[in-house]
C-alpha cells in the first residue's frame, strides 16, 4: 500500500475486500466472453464513481505492463487471438481486484478488524504486513539516492549491488523490525485476552451497501448472461 493510492473516502473495508473477491472471480469466469470486458470497464467506472478515481489513473500504466506481459507470453505459445483476448481479460480482473485493497489505509483496516473483535494476532499481522511493503519501498529508494550521491555505479555491478545496496538494505530492515517491536509494545498491542477500544471506529454506511450490492448485481448479471 502507498499514499499515491489511497483513496479519500474508502468503502467499508470488508466490503472492499468482498468486492475483490466478486472481481476476481467474475472477471476469470467470463475472460472468454467480450461481455467480460465490458464488465470489468464498468467495474472500473464504478470505483470511479465511489472516488476511487486516483485509484483507477494510477493503476492503468501497471495493468498495461502486466496484461501486455502475459498477452504477449499467450500468443507466442497459442498464436490464437481468442486466448491471448482471454489472457488480457485475466489480467485486468486481478488488477482491479487490488484496488479496494491498495485504495485502503491500514489503520482503517485494523480499527474495522479490531471493532468486529477478530482476534489481535490477525489484526495486528495484517497491520504489519501492509505497513512494511510500502516502508521498505521508501528505504530502497533513499539507499538508491545515497548510492548516485556517492557515485557507487551500476546495479549491474554484483559487487555494488551487495555492497552498495543488499548490505545497507538488510540492516535497515534488522533495525526497523526492532523499531517496530518497540512500537507495537509501547502502544498495549498484545495477542492475549486483554480489553481494549477503537478510538475511531469504522462504520457502514449507505454509501458502502450501495457500492456492494452494485458490484454484485453487475457481476450476477454478467455471469448470467454469459453462462445461461
Not at 546495479?155 to 523499531?179: G, Q
Amino acid at each position: 500500500m502507498t499514499d499515491t493510492f489511497h483513496a479519500k473516502n474508502p468503502v467499508y473495508p470488508l466490503f472492499g475486500f468482498f468486492a475483490a473477491l466478486l472481481i476476481f472471480a467474475a472477471g476469470l469466469a467470463t475472460a472468454k466472453h467480450t461481455e467480460g470486458m465490458w464488465y470489468l470497464l464498468g467495474v472500473w467506472v464504478w470505483f470511479l464513481l465511489f472516488g476511487y478515481w486516483r485509484s483507477c489513473l494510477v493503476i492503468i500504466p501497471f495493468a498495461a505492463v502486466f496484461s501486455g506481459i502475459f498477452a504477449g507470453i499467450t500468443y507466442l505459445s497459442s498464436h490464437e487471438t481468442a486466448a491471448t483476448l482471454a489472457a488480457v481479460s485475466r489480467s485486468a480482473a486481478v488488477c482491479l481486484a487490488v484496488l479496494p485493497g491498495l485504495s485502503l489505509p491500514a489503520v482503517k483496516l485494523t480499527r474495522n478488524l479490531s471493532g468486529l473483535h477478530v482476534p489481535r494476532s490477525i489484526t495486528l499481522g495484517m497491520m504489519i504486513v501492509l505497513s512494511f511493503a510500502p516502508l521498505l519501498g521508501r528505504e530502497i529508494k533513499r539507499i538508491r539516492e545515497a548510492m548516485r550521491t556517492r557515485g557507487a555505479g551500476s546495479l549491474l555491478n554484483p559487487k555494488v549491488f551487495y555492497r552498495a545496496l543488499l548490505v545497507p538494505f538488510a540492516a535497515r530492515i534488522v533495525n526497523i523490525s526492532d523499531t517496530l517491536s518497540l512500537s507495537v509494545e509501547t502502544r498495549g498491542f498484545c495477542t492475549g485476552k486483554a480489553p481494549y477500544t477503537v478510538y475511531h471506529p469504522v462504520k457502514c454506511t449507505a454509501r458502502d451497501v450501495i457500492f456492494l450490492l452494485g458490484l454484485v448485481a453487475g457481476s450476477v448479471a454478467v455471469i448470467v448472461f454469459c453462462f445461461i
